[in-house]
Structures are given as C-alpha cells and as structure tokens.
C-alpha cells in the first residue's frame, strides 16, 4: 500500500511538472489556405478579436491567429514575460518556414510585429500596426527610462492586492477609454477580468519597458500603420505618431476617424475594407 501511494505521488508530481513544462509563451490556431499572415492581439485580448478578418481571409490566406500565455483562458508562464513571447513568436515563424509572412499586430501585438519585423534572421513581407507605438512607457512615463521599471512597485503591488470589485471598477473604466461602443466596452473589461492577474500587472512592465525605437533603423519592408483618432484628436495623434516612428525610413499612415483604441470593434467594416486593401497592394 505504501509503495502504491509512493507510486501515486510519482505520477502526480511529474504531470504537474509536465503541464508546467507545457506552458507556452504563445498559443497559435491555423485555418486557411494560402500566403501567411500573422495576426497578433492586443495586450489581455484572445485571438478570437481576429475572427470576423479571418473570415474575411481564409479563402485567400493562412492565418495562423495568435493568444498570449495568461489571457483568453491560457496559462501564465515564468517572467520575464513580453521577452519570452517575443523570442516565441520568431522561433515559431522560423520553425514554421512563414517568411515572406505578413504580421498584423493591434496595440502590444503592433510592438511585437515592430519587434520581429526588426530582427535580421526574419525575411517578412509587410506588417500592419494598429493603434501601435514602439515605445507606449515612453509617452507614459516623464523623464521615461526602462532601468526605472521594475516587477517589485507600489504600483504592481497595489494592483496584486487588490479585490475583485475594486479590480473590476479598474477594468471598466479602462474599457471606456479603449472603445466608443458599449458592446465592445463589455468585451474589452472581461478580456482583462478573465487575465491571469500577475500577467496583467507584470506583463504591462515588460510591455512599458520595451523601446523599438532605434530598432525601426533596422525595419525595410512595407509597413501600415492605422492610428485611431479618439480621444486625442488627429493632430495630436499624428504628432505622437511622428515622433514614435521618426527613425522609421518609410510607412503608410492612415487615421481611423471617430474610432477609439480598438478600431476593429469601433469601425468593424472599415477595418476590413482597409486590412482587404493593404494586403492586396504590393
């Protein structure tokens, strides 16, 4: 009896040691056929926000739709998180063989693309940025300096301690300011509710740490980039969007009027007709 219960501990101890193992930085689902694109989501958002596009492109593309270990219901990993994801998503377009790929990145997924669209070893054909900076802490954060961040804050800590009523009233006011729908404001907060919690707080560190900008020296493909124009303003957006990509040789700027952060919700048709029309000019 005694050595079946040893036995017994056995097993469970390696499966739980195996389904750690088996965390991935990213998790990705293909459908189509085609050239490929990779569609990467926004900060605490699945890949699902991609569905209504991939409908769209399947016929034509092979969409290999990408979520981030800790949101949409996957499973958190070991930090540093953003440079895991990052090195993650290049090995899997080279395990993959997706050069010439184009990526489409919305938010956090943009500065990604920005990332992997950057490094030398990838031969991609274009990317698409929506509502995407290469440096968010940067125009966050006076006096910014990446060195400055760490896990261990007040900040992060008070977002860890915090309840589930006090969290959610953090959610929904943050989701009114990323959509000019309530549907969509509905979404937007459970996406975050549904987050594993340290991700969401340690994550966004790694993500307001990140600074592409002298990186975009590197970058020689065609690049879009779609900036919504609430609630700033397009003056103001286009401002900010100067500055971020002044290191940038080339790219294509189009403003989504009377659209906040997430324009694909926002302006669900002129998203389409837009993402239609870039991916069929050369």
Known sequence: MKNLILLLVSVAFSLSIYAKNESQPVIVEVTGKGKPILLIPGFTVPGDIWNPLVKKLEKNYECHIVTLAGFGGKEPIEFPWLPKVNESLKNYILKNDLQNATIIGHSLGGTIATWLAAQ???KLSKIVLIDALPASGALMIPDFNPENL?????????QLAMDDVAFEQTATAMSKAMSLKESAQEKIKNWILESDRKTYVYGYTDYLKLDLRENLKNISIPVTII?????YGEEMVK???????????????IIAEDSAHFIMLDKPEWFLKQIQTILSSK
């Open 120 to 122: 030398n070893d990838l």
């Open 150 to 158: 760490a896990y261990e804050s007040a900040y992060n800590n008070q």
């Open 227 to 231: 900036a919504a124009s609430q609630p």
């Open 239 to 253: 401002q900010t969007y100067k500055n971020q990509y002044a290191k940038l040789k080339d790219y294509n700027f």
